[in-house]
């Protein structure tokens, strides 16, 4: 059973352009989850979707980040117009429909994106 | 709101010695607890959680947590560590809440290097 999968590992983009990062869940699982960690951090929550639905997109900045989990493929976290703060490693999870609250979410390896 | 506070950024230790791997919370509500480990070029993966009953915990490999709500800890510890134990370990607490407990809250990591 294949894991979390995660593309690209590395990503460089230059100030002003569009970065999309992409997540395929491990199979049987309807629920990603979208994580950013920034140096010297640790992971922070950003959104939370089920196919063709955001259920949480609180730890979203306003602006420039979009998520969507779409029937078919995989999960895209896109940021527009990236800015060197945006640099960090973005993690994505999944798991099975929660029951009890004692799913556990299962990490992809993860994507670096550096703004130049 | 919750927070994570893992003192320790690095932890070197020689093969077979014990270890103990500090975690610390805050949280205005209970919570649930996990420990993630990260190997090189890998995603996290679970080691082991608390969610309730036994206040002490096992993983597989041979650590373990004792979770201490006077104290709101979470510690990780291991009697004797291998080369092979080498890798960043996370801290992390959800809000035991239907509704939210999906959302993670890490502390910054713990790089465990085990040393011949």
């Known amino acids: 059973n294949a894991g979390v999968m995660q593309n690209p590992r590395h990503l460089v983009r230059r100030r002003g352009q569009e970065a999309r990062l992409r997540c395929s869940p491990m199979?049987?699982?309807?629920?990603v989850y979208w994580y950013r960690q920034l140096p010297e951090e640790g992971l922070k929550f950003m959104v939370y979707?089920?196919?063709?639905?955001?259920?949480?997109e609180s730890g979203m900045p306003k602006e420039r980040f979009s998520a969507e989990f779409p029937k078919e493929g995989p999960s895209i976290l896109r940021i527009q117009q990236v800015v060197r703060g945006d640099s960090a490693a973005y993690f994505c999870?999944?798991?099975?429909?929660?029951?009890?609250?004692?799913?556990?979410?299962?990490f992809g390896p993860g994507t670096r994106l550096t703004v130049l | 709101a919750q927070s994570v506070t893992q003192l320790d950024s690095q932890v070197p230790v020689f093969e077979e010695a014990p270890v103990e791997l500090r975690c610390n919370y805050s949280s205005s509500v209970s919570v649930y607890l996990f420990w993630y480990v990260q190997y090189p070029n890998q995603g996290l993966q679970l080691l082991l959680k608390?969610?309730?009953?036994?206040?002490l915990v096992e993983s597989i490999n041979g650590f373990e947590a004792e979770f201490n709500k006077s104290q709101t800890s979470f510690h990780l510890r291991k009697p004797s560590v291998h080369i092979s134990d080498t890798a960043e370990y996370f801290c992390a607490v959800s809000d035991h809440r239907r509704g939210s407990n999906y959302k993670l809250t890490f502390g910054k990591g713990t790089l465990l290097t085990v040393n011949p």
């Open positions: 979707l089920q196919k063709e639905n955001i259920i949480d």
């Open positions: 199979k049987g699982h309807s629920h």
């Open positions: 608390y969610l309730s009953g036994s206040t």
């Open positions: 999870a999944s798991s099975p429909p929660l029951r009890a609250s004692t799913d556990t979410q299962y």
